[in-house]
Each structure stands twice: as C-alpha cells, then as structure tokens.
C-alpha cells in the first residue's frame, strides 16, 4: 500500500485549503495527522472504510472536514478557517485491519510522506 499526499502550500488565516491523499491497495479506515515543529504528532480527523462514521480532533471541529471516494481510492480533507496554529505536516495514515476510526497514530501501518500546510 502506498499513500500520496498532494494539496499543502501557504495560505493567509482565514483562507482555506484542500488536501488529498491517493491511495494504491486496499485499506480500511484512513485519517489524516499533522506535526508541527518540536511539537508531537497529532491525531486531525479520522474516517471508516465506508466513509460514514468520522472522528474530528477538537482544535479543528467545525473547521476541518475528512471524506473518502472509494471509487478513485483518494481520501481528502477540507480545511477552512485556518489559523497559524494550524501549521504543520500533514500526513495521511491508512489501517489495512478492520477496526473503529482513530485519532491514534499507532492504530495506523500505512503513512504517506507528508504535505506541509503553512498559514500565516
């Protein structure tokens, strides 16, 4: 399984951002993480394999919006309203077991290389 991120770059507060994740192979839930600097990973949003239940981090619900098409294999995640403290790295993860979604990174096998998100 290989997972690709695509859609970072820099952005005033306020604006918005779309990230996409594309996958290749067969995965169960998938979720999006993000790192800043010194800082340690943290968990964004999570979604099931049939992309109708989500689990949102607190410090970007409302904001934040993860979906999946199973049809292209591409999970994505709608970013709104961003803040500087919303910059960081961000990752897309992908389980291949058959379990609940999760905002913990060790839930996850599968991790793409990274998209950088900068908001100022």
């Known amino acids: 399984v290989q997972l690709v991120e695509s859609g970072g770059g820099s952005v005033q507060a306020g604006g918005s951002l779309r990230l996409s994740c594309a996958v290749s192979?067969?995965?169960?839930?998938m979720g999006w993480f993000r790192q800043a600097p010194g800082k340690e990973r943290e968990g964004v949003a999570s979604?099931?394999?049939?992309?109708?239940?989500?689990v949102v981090a607190d410090s970007v619900k409302g904001r934040f919006t993860i979906s999946r098409t199973n049809a292209n294999n591409t999970l994505s995640l709608q970013m709104s309203s961003l803040k500087p403290a919303d910059t960081a790295m961000y990752y897309c993860?992908?389980?291949?077991?058959?379990?609940?979604?999760?905002?913990?990174?060790?839930?996850?096998?599968?991790w793409g290389r990274g998209t950088q998100v900068t908001v100022s």
């Open positions: 993860a992908a389980d291949p077991y058959p379990t609940l979604p999760s905002l913990t990174s060790d839930h996850y096998t599968f």
């Open positions: 192979g067969y995965v169960f839930c």
């Open positions: 979604i099931s394999p049939g992309g109708g239940y989500t």
